[in-house]
């Protein structure tokens, strides 16, 4: 596609390539991974001031009571960030595993076809070879040998 065209999407272009699509979710994770890192902080700072704020007349458990569902909400925030973060990891995995797949579906069917024709068609088989031939073991070596046990005396003369 033309980078003038109007319904030229920069990201069509990634995602039809496999490396490109592993480098932009890379780019994205480290993204995600540096605003994880401030959540963390955040978190612990929320957790610090709301817990240090009292009211008069409070005991001593009720400011950690209001500030639980602060920390919950921030620690699902995390959840999220983080399950994201493994999420693209997967993604980018998949996506070069796609590739793969089609590639070796080509490779696949291929050697099915050549499997088909061959059982449809055979290769008629060699005639067996002359008494005489048989005792050549030069050309032939662990073929012509003796059959069993019995077939030595006639071999060893």
């Known amino acids: 596609m033309n980078s003038n065209d109007p319904n030229h999407s920069p990201l069509r272009d990634v995602a039809q390539n496999a490396e490109a699509t592993a480098r932009y979710l890379a780019d ?23 817990r240090g704020v009292g009211v008069e007349g409070d005991r001593w458990y009720h400011a950690r009571l209001r500030a639980l569902p602060v920390e919950r909400a921030l620690r699902d925030v995390l959840k999220s960030v983080n399950s994201l973060t493994d999420g693209l990891e997967k993604s980018a995995y998949k996506r070069r595993a796609h590739d793969e ?13 050549l499997e088909k024709q061959r059982k449809k068609n055979p290769q008629p088989l060699q005639a067996a070879p002359h008494r005489g031939e048989e005792r050549d073991t030069g050309r032939n070596p662990g073929y012509g040998g003796p059959a069993s046990i019995y077939d030595l005396d006639r071999r060893s003369a």
Do not use: P, W
């Not at 995600?32 to 612990?44: K, S, V, Y």
């Not at 797949?101 to 076809?113: H, Y």
């Open 28 to 50: 994205m994770q480290r993204v995600l991974l540096d605003m994880g890192a401030n959540l963390e902080i955040l978190q612990r700072e929320t957790r610090v001031h709301c």
């Open 101 to 113: 797949t089609v590639v070796n579906t080509g490779k696949t069917r291929k050697e099915k076809e």
